[in-house]
């Protein structure tokens, strides 16, 4: 990670950061994206994660937007998949990353609001949106196509 955005974070993240490289022996990327300045829920900039190909990457904003729970939630992300192998929902099917991702974040996101209480207006936006614009991209036939699939371990 760069120093400049290290020492913005609090001792959480850093920990976890600090964890999750040390196991997977990978120091995490941090990439700023001007296109990520106007997203997110309330418009002021939001994160993503690719995790794979290796280094895992967190793109951030550049319009100055930082959030320690929105770190630590795309570390969480990058944990999850790489450090603790947690299966995918991997299908043909429109949708399937997109579900994924929502059944990861009933798993992330308890955490994240416990931790960082202030992420609730996030995620309370975002699950509105969710509810409007991905519930009726998944079609009801395509669900029993899904299967589970273990992501292989990265871990040497
Ligand atoms: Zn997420």
Same mark, same amino acid.
């Given at each position: 990670?760069?120093?400049?955005? =290290?020492?913005?974070c609090?001792?959480?993240?850093?920990? =976890?950061?600090?964890? %999750?490289?040390?196991?997977?022996?990978?120091?995490?990327?941090?990439?700023?994206?001007?296109?990520?300045?106007?997203?997110?829920?309330?418009?002021?900039g939001?994160?993503?994660? +690719?995790?794979?190909?290796?280094?895992?990457?967190?793109?951030?904003?550049?319009n100055?937007y930082?959030?320690?729970?929105?770190?630590?939630?795309?570390?969480?992300?990058?944990? +999850?998949?790489?450090v603790?192998s %947690?299966?995918?929902i991997?299908?043909?099917?429109?949708?399937?990353?997109?579900?994924?991702?929502?059944?990861?974040?009933?798993f992330?996101?308890?955490?994240?609001?416990?931790?960082?209480?202030e992420?609730?207006?996030?995620?309370? =936006?975002?699950v509105?949106?969710?509810?409007?614009?991905?519930?009726?991209?998944?079609?009801?036939?395509?669900? !029993?196509?899904?299967?589970l699939?273990?992501?292989?371990?990265?871990? !040497?």
């Open positions: 990670m760069k120093t400049d955005y =290290l020492n913005r609090d001792g959480d993240v850093r920990a =976890l950061l600090q964890n %999750v490289e040390q196991k997977l022996n990978v120091l995490i990327e941090f990439v700023g994206d001007d296109r990520l300045n106007t997203c997110g829920p309330t418009g002021h939001m994160l993503k994660t +690719r995790v794979e190909p290796l280094p895992p990457r967190i793109y951030f904003p550049t100055g930082f959030s320690n729970g929105a770190i630590w939630h795309e570390l969480s992300h990058i944990r +999850r998949a790489l603790d %947690v299966p995918f991997t299908c043909a099917a429109r949708g399937a990353e997109e579900l994924d991702n929502a059944v990861e974040h009933l992330i996101v308890p955490g994240e609001i416990l931790k960082y209480p992420r609730v207006l996030h995620w309370d =936006l975002t509105q949106k969710l509810w409007t614009e991905m519930i009726p991209f998944v079609s009801v036939n395509e669900l !029993p196509a899904m299967d699939c273990s992501r292989p371990c990265k871990i !040497p």
